[in-house]
């Protein structure tokens, strides 16, 4: 997953003022007051906890599954008239 620039800026952030870095990135919630929280203990649970923060809400995935070659076909049924969508197993 690539980074966005505002990622790389966050993860810079988050070295120097990690409760800033998750208040950006996820708002004032939770998330923001367990960093608070790890900052009070020692420095390095913070900057750990920024650096997931921003890792895991990276906002640059994007799933585009009919780009990536998903097509529907029509699949045979015992019914001439309905028509389904779907997969070919027999058996199900």
Same mark, same amino acid.
């Given at each position: 997953m690539p980074y966005t620039g505002r990622d790389i800026a966050l993860f &810079? &952030?988050?070295?120097?003022?990690p409760p &800033? $870095? &998750?208040l950006v990135k996820r708002g004032c919630g939770i998330d923001f007051l367990i960093n608070i929280l790890l900052c009070g203990l020692a $420095?390095?649970?913070g900057i750990i906890? $920024? *650096?997931y923060i921003v890792h895991r809400y990276?906002?640059? *995935?994007v799933e585009d599954i009919e780009r990536d070659?998903? $097509?529907y076909q029509a699949v045979p049924s015992d019914e001439p008239s309905r028509v389904t969508y779907g997969a070919t197993n027999p058996e199900h």
């Open positions: &810079v &952030v988050s070295f120097f003022f &800033v $870095a &998750v $420095a390095i649970p906890h $920024a *650096f990276n906002d640059n *995935f070659g998903l $097509a």
